[in-house]
């Protein structure tokens, strides 16, 4: 299965990767984690992206491409895999189509996690406690939530259009969750 999660900030996407690659092992590639692992080599592209996610906004495409570009180029790239947080633009998803069409592995699924926004506040306050996050400052998560509404959503009405998506109320407990992705991944 290669799947896209999409979702805003807090929607447990990245709980719910880990959760397929432990279990069913499928390899999660997670752009928050690539950029943050950057960041802390202090890489030219790292400090260009740490000051967007500082403030909540996106890094651009050009930089976020470039690292899943070299992902489905290597010759041992997985047979099943978890998009996680990419793409977050109709240009990353555009971008995302042509790679895949070019190394012949096209999407077979992108679950859109749903919640509603009251309850994603509360759950970024509670992880901002729990991992002390460089842009979970209040200012960045609000900044977060218009990035998602304004470039992100439309790429959830680019796979609608492309058939591909499929819902998944992301409230709840995680193992309820968890059992509700598996079942739209069969
Ligand atoms: P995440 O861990 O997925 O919530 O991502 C944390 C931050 O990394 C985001 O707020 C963005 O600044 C940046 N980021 C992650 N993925 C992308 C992407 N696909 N495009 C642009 N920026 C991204």
Redesign the pocket.
């Known amino acids: 299965m290669r799947t896209v999660f999409v979702g805003p900030?807090g929607s447990g996407k990245g709980t719910q990767a880990r959760l397929l690659a432990e279990r069913f092992g499928y390899d999660v590639i997670?752009?928050?984690?690539l950029?943050r692992a950057a960041v802390a080599d202090g890489s030219t592209h790292g400090k260009i992206a740490g000051q967007?996610?500082a403030r909540?906004?996106?890094?651009s495409d050009a930089v976020?491409n470039e690292i899943v570009h070299d992902y489905f180029l290597r010759p041992n790239r997985p047979a099943n895999f978890v998009l996680d947080?990419?793409?977050?633009t109709v240009a990353?998803a555009e971008y995302l189509t042509r790679t895949l069409a070019e190394t012949r592995i096209p999407l077979d699924r992108v679950i859109y996690f749903t919640v509603a926004v009251e309850e994603l506040v509360r759950r970024i306050d509670g992880r901002r406690q729990a991992e002390n996050r460089l842009?979970d400052n209040a200012e960045a998560v609000r900044q977060?939530m218009v990035t998602y509404e304004e470039l992100t959503r439309p790429v959830v009405d680019y796979y609608r259009a492309a058939g591909l998506l499929a819902e998944v109320p992301a409230t709840g407990d995680v193992e309820a969750i968890h059992r509700r992705v598996v079942e739209l991944l069969k």
Request: aromatic share 4%.
């Open positions: 900030p997670g752009t928050g984690d950029l967007a996610m909540g906004e996106l890094v976020v947080g990419y793409p977050r990353q842009d977060r």
